[in-house]
């Protein structure tokens, strides 16, 4: 067992360590699919095929990359069944955190894609590129600035948590 405060074996850290993420990948999964099922409906609009070609050219890679970030984020469960029972939680723990931090990233530019188009097609404003700009610094502060911030600010010399303990292991957070 490894000092880390909680006085856990490595199965039940991995244990608890997939709980933590399933319940991740819930808040993330359920607001990509709601957009990405959104964003399936425009296609069959009358409005849809008023659009000129660069805006469809946006409508198409934002519909690929809310699809692979669904599949990212859904790539975890299918990891887990299929490797379910062959003793190798932690393993399957690193793996699913892998695809998880790729669908938050495919989630980032998905909403940015997305909220692009809607913009321009809405406003036809200049402003628009420094507008999704905007939003997404805050996306990346939110998402990934203020953690990195947290964690290199409050983490010590030893593993404080699950995170620590598989980055010190090439598993990745």
Same mark, same amino acid.
């Given at each position: 067992?490894?000092?880390?405060? +909680?006085?856990?074996? /490595?199965?039940?850290? /991995?244990?608890?360590?997939?709980?933590?993420?399933?319940?991740?990948?819930?808040?993330?999964?359920? %607001?990509?699919? #709601?957009?990405?099922?959104?964003?399936? =409906?425009?296609?069959?609009?009358?409005? &849809?095929?008023?659009?000129?070609?660069?805006?469809? =050219?946006?409508? #198409?890679?934002?519909? #690929?990359? %809310?699809?692979?970030?669904?599949? *990212?984020?859904?790539?975890?469960? /299918?990891?887990? +069944?299929?490797?379910? %029972?062959?003793?190798?939680?932690?393993?399957?723990?690193?793996? /699913?955190?892998?695809? !998880?931090?790729?669908?938050?990233?495919?989630?980032?530019?998905?909403? !940015?894609?997305?909220?692009?188009?809607?913009?321009?097609? *809405?406003?036809?404003?200049?402003?628009?590129?420094?507008?999704?700009? %905007?939003?997404?610094?805050?996306?990346?502060?939110?998402? &990934?600035?203020?953690?990195?911030?947290?964690?290199? +600010?409050?983490? !010590?010399?030893?593993?404080?948590?699950?995170?620590?303990?598989?980055? +010190?292991?090439?598993?990745?957070?």
């Amino acid at each position: 067992m490894q000092d880390d405060g +909680r006085n856990e074996s /490595a199965e039940e850290r /991995a244990d608890r360590q997939w709980q933590e993420l399933v319940q991740e990948i819930r808040v993330a999964q359920t %607001g990509v699919q #709601i957009l990405f099922g959104f964003l399936l =409906t425009v296609v069959f609009t009358p409005h &849809f095929q008023g659009l000129d070609p660069t805006d469809k =050219t946006i409508y #198409i890679v934002t519909v #690929i990359l %809310g699809s692979m970030a669904t599949g *990212a984020l859904i790539g975890p469960v /299918a990891f887990h +069944r299929i490797v379910s %029972g062959r003793r190798m939680k932690p393993q399957a723990v690193a793996w /699913a955190s892998r695809l !998880t931090f790729l669908g938050i990233v495919l989630l980032l530019a998905t909403l !940015t894609s997305a909220l692009f188009l809607i913009l321009r097609v *809405a406003t036809h404003d200049d402003h628009v590129p420094w507008i999704v700009a %905007g939003v997404m610094a805050w996306y990346l502060l939110c998402w &990934f600035a203020l953690p990195l911030w947290a964690r290199i +600010r409050y983490t !010590t010399d030893g593993p404080q948590d699950e995170h620590a303990t598989a980055d +010190r292991s090439g598993a990745g957070a």
